[in-house]
C-alpha cells in the first residue's frame, strides 16, 4: 500500500485487531529451571519466598563496638567463628558471643551472635586500656555517677526485620530483572522455577541498503540492524546474532527453517516481496497482511508450518518499532505470561488522527503534568531524532485526540 493512497488504508486489518492476532500467534512457553546466576530475563512461575529469615542473624549497623549489658565494658578479642562457634547462622543456641560486661570490634554488617545487647559506634567510646567506656557526651547521669548505658538494640539490625522464613517477597509471573535475581540470592535460593524468554532470531533480507560506510551511490546505511536486537531484549526477549541473506530465495527458505528459535523476525524492503515469495513455497499462513498504521502499515505476520510464528517488519527504523510494538510485544506477554505492558496517560496536545488509520506517534513525559505526554515535534533524519528522546508511542485512533485527552502509550523498549 502506499501512502499517496490513502484510501487503501480502509481496507486493512485495524491496529487493534491486528494486536489481538498477535497474542493468539504463540502459546505460553514450557517451564524451566534455571539458576539464580543466569535467570536474569525470565519470568517467575510461582512467588519468590524467603527461605529463611531476612536476614537471618541480627548484623551490626555501624563500625564500632558489639556491647553485652551496661559498662564500663572489658574488651573480649573475638574472631568471626567465636560468633555461631561453627553453626549455621540461622540455626538457634548459637554459643555466646559476649557475657555480660564484655565487648568487642565489628563492622558495618557484621553478623551478631547472641548476648550482644547494642552496638556502639566507633565515635561514641573511648578505649583504656581493656576497658571501653562511652565518651563523656553519651553517658548517662544517675544521681552523682555516669553510667555506660545504651538502649537495648541500639546500633543493631534485628534478623528478620526484612521478612520472615516462608513469606512472599514477589508474586508469580514477575519478570526477573538484575535486582530480583540479587534477591532471590538473598532470600536463599540456588534455583528457581520459570518461563525463560522467547528466543528471537534476525535475519536481514536482501542489499538495497549498505551495512557500513556513509550513504553511497543511492543507497541508504540500514538503520534497522543496529536498533533491532536492543528492541527486541527491551521487550524481554532472547535475540541471537543477526544474519543478512541476500543470495536468493532458496537461502532464505534454509536459513528460516534451519533456525532454532521461538519466534522470527526478519527486516527488509517495505514490499517485503521476497519473504511473500518464501511464505507461500513453505506453506506457511499468513495471519495479518498489512496494517491501518502510519509507520508500520506493511508490517506482516505468519505461522511457519512448526508453528512458529514470523515476523516482518519492513525496512526502515520507524516501521521495525511500530512492527514490534504492534505485533511482537503482545506475543511475548503471551509466551512468558505477563501482563501488557500499554499504559494509559494524558496527552498534553490535541492531535488530528488519520480518518483512514491508526497513528504512532513519539511522546516524551510532560513537564506540566505527572501523568501526562507531549508529542515531539522534531523529526530530524527520518524521524530518528524523535525516537531518540521519546518515552513511548502514542496510539492516535482516527478520529484524534483531545487535548488532555486520554491515549494508550506503548513504551519504548529499554534493555
Known sequence: MSLEDPTAA???????????????????????????????????????????????????????????????????????????????????????????????QVHKGHPLGEGV????????????????????????????????????????????????ANQVLLPAGHLI????????????????????????????????ALASGIPRSGLARDTVFPALPGWVQGLNAQTYPARWVNDGDLSLMDEIEDLLCDIVITSGPSTGAAIRRILYGLDAEVLVDGVAVNPGDTMLLARLPDGRPLIHCGGSAQDALAT???????????????????IKMRLDDATIGDRYRTTLVPVARSKTSGNGVGLITQGGPGGLLALSDAMGLAVIPPEGVRAFGTVTVLPLPVI
Open 10 to 104: 480502509s481496507s486493512q486489518m485495524s491496529w487493534e485487531e491486528a494486536q489481538g492476532i498477535a497474542r493468539h500467534a504463540i502459546d505460553e512457553l514450557p517451564t524451566a529451571t534455571a539458576s539464580v546466576n543466569d535467570c536474569v530475563g525470565s519470568v517467575l512461575t510461582q512467588p519468590l519466598t524467603a527461605l529463611a529469615d531476612m536476614p537471618a542473624y541480627d548484623t551490626a549497623l555501624v563500625d564500632g563496638w558489639a556491647v553485652s549489658g551496661p559498662g564500663p565494658w572489658t574488651i573480649k578479642p573475638a574472631d568471626r567463628m567465636d560468633l555461631f562457634a561453627g553453626r549455621e547462622f540461622h540455626e538457634p543456641g548459637a554459643r555466646v558471643m559476649l557475657r555480660d560486661g564484655q565487648a568487642t
Open 117 to 164: 545487647t547494642g552496638v556502639v559506634a566507633a565515635n561514641r567510646c573511648l578505649r583504656e586500656g581493656d576497658l571501653l567506656k562511652l565518651s563523656s557526651t553519651d553517658r548517662s547521669a544517675q544521681g552523682n555517677r555516669f553510667r555506660d548505658e545504651i538502649a537495648p538494640g541500639t546500633g543493631m539490625r534485628p534478623r528478620g526485620i526484612d521478612a520472615r
Open 177 to 208: 530483572n538484575p535486582a530480583v535475581a540479587a534477591l532471590a540470592a538473598a532470600a536463599g535460593h540456588d534455583q528457581l522455577e520459570v518461563i525463560p524468554p522467547p528466543r528471537v532470531a534476525l535475519i536481514r533480507v536482501g542489499d538495497a
Open 324 to 342: 514490534l510494538l504492534t505485533l511482537l510485544a503482545p506475543m511475548i506477554t503471551t509466551a512468558t505470561g505477563q501482563a501488557d505492558h500499554a
